[in-house]
């Protein structure tokens, strides 16, 4: 046999190796010192490494998470998604279309009313409480509509 | 992750509560900072929340944990080669547990620390997750975005480093042993 790769050799060492690929690296362990001082190497190497645990202390990773989604948001999300979510936001969508459209079309209609009549005009201006044939009462009643207007007619 | 999306903080909690250990124990062997590790585990958290809605299931979570846990990792150490002065801190590491960690372990520890710390960053990676989360070589590929012969090289490169940097500890026999004893 060809003398295995080195990634071989670790993945040997790592024992990931098939039970047939690794016997065959065995076999060629056993025959070749090159290679088996490649692979004691790795051994070594691969041992005091496991001699490297992180031993954890109590930490409270959670309530920190937490506590920066909070920070980072001031809330924290509820944003919906996944198709069920676009199709209550494009049918909220629609009924606020639909609404502005409603109001906007309602503003549009009460300003494109003619010219008023007489009779509005008078209804407006309470005219219609006031003797017709009394200018005395028809000016005293416009005056404060139209001070300037007046003020030489009065004088 | 279906549930996160839906912003159940239950569900993102179980999924801290499960990945926290191998997160922060990752973060801090390639950063080599109790405090850093800590922090690398928090911000993982946090944007798998908000990242959660467009999470596509299309590899297992802990391929896409791991790899922003990298992405993260990599931010930090570029940060720290640009602006040393700033990141410059003694190591915070975890608190040693005596009773498991005798003098002669806790040599061991402090030379395959500085061994791996040593390493240069994609080869650092590439062997922390070989070793100690036992990536396969795809996985290692799809967590750092690397190609699995990219990743393979790194693996030779990384474990022939180490072996050197080890190599005093190391009670080899020598290639010609069985020569001399025959």
Known sequence: ?155 | MAAVADGRMAALEELARRHQDSVIAMAYRLLGRWDSAEDVAQDAFVRIYYAAPAYQPTAKFTTWLYRIVVNRCLDLKRRQARDPVSTAQTAIDPPDDPATDPLDARETVERVREAVRRLPDRQQIAVVLHRYEDLSHRAIADATGWSESAVESLLVRGYANLREALSDMNEIDPPDRRETAG
């Open chain 1, 1 to 155: 046999m060809d003398h295995p790769a080195e990634l071989e050799l670790i993945e040997w060492v790592a024992g990931r190796l098939t039970p047939e690929r690794a016997a065959a690296i065995e076999t060629h362990l056993a025959a070749c010192d090159p290679c088996r001082h490649k692979a004691s190497a790795q051994r070594h190497t691969w041992d005091a490494m496991g001699d490297w645990t992180v031993t954890l202390p109590a930490h409270h990773l959670w309530s920190c998470v937490e506590a920066r989604l909070r920070d980072t948001s001031g809330h924290v999300r509820r944003e919906r998604t996944g198709w069920p979510w676009m199709v209550v936001r494009a049918a909220a969508a629609i009924l606020l279309a639909a609404a502005v459209g409603h109001v906007a079309g309602r503003w549009v209609r009460s300003r494109a009313v003619g010219p008023p009549s007489t009779t509005t005009f008078a209804e407006a201006l309470h005219l219609d409480a006031l003797g017709a044939e009394s200018p005395v009462g028809l000016t005293a009643a416009m005056r404060p509509l139209m001070p300037g207007l007046l003020k030489e007619d009065i004088r």
